[in-house]
């Protein structure tokens, strides 16, 4: 157990995922604010609406009218932040001119999904049961899987554990370029940037690492090397198994965790309790459990300030395409980062 003198003084905390340290003030809490404030998430919508571009049934802007679905429903993203094909663009030679150290670009090459959680236009992740969450974590999986590298040591489970995803704008397309990465996240509430209150996430599946999920790749990797194969994350959520001072919800499965190392102060984490490399790893029964691990916390998330809890949610898992370590390295866990501070309405900001 950490000294208790760390709750009264500034210290820094040492987040192994990313290999940095994060300053930790707690006496500030007890300062007054004065400082801006967000309006409490009060709006009562519809079951449907009629201009909703993801409701059933409905036109979206590219034209295409979306099925008449009851559950989940799938479509490439209509304003993709990257394209499956573009021009084509070769970086300039390496010449030792500060241009070309300094003003560096390269293609990234992708394609994006959108996923609805619910026909439902009045619901979120917290309004539903396990059960009605675990289409969406197929979902999740089916489209992982249509996107590994045939080459990847995860091609096989994936193959076998897996159907194909069921996408509104036909079947997955694929391309002479294998994408690197796939990132699920979702960005709920107008705090966050979400443009459409209808339950959905996204995906996006890229050439490139994204910068995050590659800091704790390299984290987990070099935790395996050093540790004689064992897993960072699977160590973690054993040693706060124990001691139990930052557990939020734990089921056979899962287990969501305040890290140690948390910036924002209701972030949490979902982590597979067994070395689980990706969503094709999970049976039936995990993603279940999986289930009633969001269900819990985006439902005490909304519980806490009587609010709809603004969060930005990310999957972190094993990447499409890469070495044998770097696969076996990976471990299945998920970030909630939600920017409420103290209230509904007190939100924190990163800065400097």
């Known amino acids: 157990m950490p000294d208790a003198i760390l709750d009264d003084i500034s210290h820094r905390r040492y987040n192994p995922l990313r290999g940095n340290w994060i300053l930790v003030s707690p006496h500030r809490t007890k300062r007054p604010w004065q ?73 990234v090459l992708g394609k994006c999904y959108v996923v609805t959680f619910s026909s439902a236009h009045n619901v979120t992740l917290a309004d539903l049961a396990p059960r009605e969450i675990v289409p969406v974590i197929k979902t999740w999986t089916d489209l992982y899987a249509a996107h590994v590298s045939p080459t990847c040591s995860l091609a096989k489970v994936a193959g076998a554990t897996t159907r194909p995803p069921e996408i509104h704008d036909g079947s997955v397309q694929k391309h002479s370029t294998q994408y690197r990465y796939m990132q699920i996240f979702e960005n709920k509430g107008a705090a ?48 706060e198994s124990e001691k139990k001072e930052r557990v939020v919800f734990a089921n056979k499965s899962f287990l969501a965790v305040c890290p140690w190392w948390a910036v924002w ?73 939600p920017p409420l501070l103290r209230s509904a309405t007190v939100r924190k900001f990163l800065v400097g």
């Not at 394209?83 to 241009?99: I, M, V």
């Not at 999920?213 to 897993?231: F, N, V």
């Open 192 to 239: 966050m940037g979400c443009s459409n209150p209808h339950p959905h996430g996204q995906i996006w599946t890229t050439t490139g690492l994204p910068e995050e999920p590659a800091m704790e790749l390299e984290q987990l990797k070099t935790y395996r090397r050093e540790q004689g194969g064992l897993s960072l994350l699977e160590d973690y959520a054993k040693l």
């Open 35 to 107: 400082g801006q404030q967000e309006a409490a998430s009060k709006t009562t919508l519809p079951t449907y609406d009629a201009a909703c571009y993801l409701c059933p049934g409905n036109e979206r802007a590219s034209g295409d009218v979306n099925p008449k679905y009851e559950s989940t429903f799938v479509f490439v993203n209509d304003y993709s932040a990257v394209k499956a094909e573009q021009a084509e663009y070769t970086p300039g030679a390496k010449d030792g001119s500060l241009s070309s150290i300094l003003l560096r670009a390269e293609p």
């Open 265 to 337: 102060p209701f972030e949490v984490m979902i982590i597979a309790r067994q070395h689980k490399r990706a969503l094709v790893d999970f049976n039936d029964d995990e993603r279940l459990e999986l289930a009633e691990a969001i269900a819990e916390i985006t439902r005490r998330y909304d519980n806490l300030f009587e609010t709809q809890f603004p969060y930005s949610m990310g999957i972190h898992q094993a990447p499409l395409e890469g070495t044998d370590l770097e696969i076996e390295a990976s471990h299945f866990h998920i970030h909630f980062y």
